[in-house]
């Protein structure tokens, strides 16, 4: 019995700037609104999608929470510079995310694939740091407003192309060439 009184007191003592039950709604967030993200990227069949989306928007959030939890631990010991590791956390989670979303950019013939991919990644990252950091309707807000621009252009990008697909295209003539249309040989006036 012991052992299990020393196992739960070093699990209460982990949550010192945080209260398990605020700590657990901030990562259930975060899962829920990176997976918001990752959702319509999956819908479309996308490389990064549901999973990817959620564990990377989770783990910011952790990140965050681990960083609430030094800088008070610092702040209780009495070091000064322990507002700064926050600054520095997210920056490591951006670059950490970004280095995640460029794997995904890949180009096919002359067309680059996998931006909004990546750019998905990327904000699901920063949504988790919003979660993590307690701004979870700041984190609600942008998965929202995310959401729409990923279904609402899509939907508008379909029909730019279904309409450049059905518009024919002329060929220039070349500078310098004449605009006169050329006859067939035989076919003189």
Known sequence: MEILDRLWLDLASSFV????????LRLVAALSLGGAIGFEREWHHKSAGLRTHMLISVAAALFALIALELVQISANSGDPGARND?????????????????G??????NRVKGLTTGAGM??????????????????LLATTLT????WLFRVLEDRI????????V????????????????GTED
């Open 122 to 139: 990327w904000l699901a990252g920063a949504v988790g740091l919003a979660c993590g950091t307690g701004q979870i309707g700041l984190g």
């Open 147 to 150: 959401v729409i621009v990923l």
């Open 17 to 24: 700037a945080t209260p398990p039950s605020v700590a657990t």
């Open 86 to 102: 926050i600054l520095r956390l997210i920056g490591a989670v951006t670059s950490g995310v970004a280095f995640l979303a460029a």
């Open 161 to 168: 192309e279904s309409h450049a697909a059905q518009t024919p």
């Open 170 to 185: 002329t060929p220039e003539p070349a500078p310098g060439a004449s605009t006169h249309a050329r006859r067939p040989p």
């Open 104 to 109: 995904s950019i890949f180009t096919a013939g």
